[in-house]
């Protein structure tokens, strides 16, 4: 008989990864591997893009590097962050503002760990799937706002923080990725800092989630070009060189927020984590170095913006519902009447290919995934262009193309389930 694990029994992977293992069980080989199709990943191009800056092939490592970090992150870089938000979006921010991680996501899943227990979350019904295991894994009371085709997945900002029914004692905490993974749904302009007012108000904050700040015709987004008193706020921004700066790899995210909350995360690290990779900090510095990421900045909107304009077009021919806003490398996308993104993920690993199913993107199931609840996006998906080069555009479109054709016909001749 085996024995009980002294781990919690709660622990499923995220649904991205769920995919790439159910992926890997029928086609044989990791989605990524060369023939496969990745578009349920969300990774971007490693190489670099067309008329864009090279990437740093090395970083020089010193006897200082190899002692212990500092709990916040490595001064320069975050001096390096604090000029990229300064020296682009016109902010203020200091080091002590910075929290340096090791990725977006282990910052994120700290600042909802620390949450006090009266902050209530408000999250979109359709957005990351990390975000559901992190709000469950952290014991995080979350309300969902609803993302559906009558409000164009863009609900209103005033939709997070609407307090009907609270008592005083609760506090709104939203998080939202902006763009939006898996809608390309971006507040920019007037919409953000209206946002930002919002959250700047005593009793809300945000966690405003920017991993794609370059994903946007305007070459970047972020809500701290709109903060009046970050210091004085509960406003947190996450960002990454996991995206736009196209190194997943390195594991290099931070947060930025008032310097009490920033002492809090580094306290942490202190005892948590004890800082992140010196190398990965180095070469994330480099990264960062301003004239390079304004190259990076025109050569990132030019590549993504070109191919989510004509995916879309793509998608729209073959008589998909087409639903992605204006950023992002992501479109979120209604299957035509009847069909299933569960089968159609089926049907697409035989040829080495994937998608996102919408239902795993759904903040509203159930963390398990029980099959008596029924999720409003069974026949929604997101499909990645992150990780696509140019050159695959054909054989791509031509493959979706030809797996949905054939399910659309077994569902006409009565051959296939529906949704
Ligand atoms: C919405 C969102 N936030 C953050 C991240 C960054 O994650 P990480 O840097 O941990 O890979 C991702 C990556 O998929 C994402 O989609």
Known sequence: MQRDSFLSDDCPPMGIYETLYAFKASFGQFMGTPGTHPWSQGFPLTTPLEGGPPLPSQVRVTPEDRLYPKAWGHPALREAICAHYNGFYGSRIAPENVMVFAGGRPGIYTVLAFLKKHVEVRIGNAE??????????????????????????????????????????????????????????????????????????????????????????????????????????????????????????????????????????????????????????????????????????EAVERHYGRQRERYGRAFRDLGLGVFTGDGGFYHWLKLPKGLNAGELNRRLFRHGAAILEGRDCDMARPHDKDPRYVSPYLDWMRFSFGPLLPESFDADVALFGKVLNEYRADVEAGRAAVV
């Open 128 to 297: 990351w799937p990390a975000y559901l295991d992190i709000l469950t894994q952290t014991n995080t009371q979350w309300r969902v706002v609803p993302f559906n085709e009558q409000n164009g997945f863009h609900p209103p900002n005033a939709a997070y923080f609407d307090r009907a029914g609270l008592n005083h004692k609760t506090h709104l905490f939203p998080i939202i990725s902006n763009p939006g993974n898996p809608t390309g749904h971006t507040r920019a302009g007037a919409e953000l800092e209206e946002l930002i007012a919002l959250a700047e108000q005593p009793d809300n904050g945000i966690l405003l989630d920017e991993a794609y700040e370059m994903f946007h015709p305007s070459r970047g987004v972020s809500g701290i070009r709109y903060v009046r008193d970050l210091d004085e706020s509960n406003v947190f921004l996450a960002g990454a060189c996991t995206k736009g700066l196209q190194c997943p790899g390195i594991r290099i995210g931070w947060i930025i927020a008032s310097k009490r909350n920033i002492e809090t995360l580094a306290n942490f690290s202190s005892f948590g984590m004890g800082g992140v990779s010196h190398p990965s900090q180095l070469y994330a510095v480099e990264l960062l170095e301003p004239a390079r990421v304004a190259r990076a900045r």
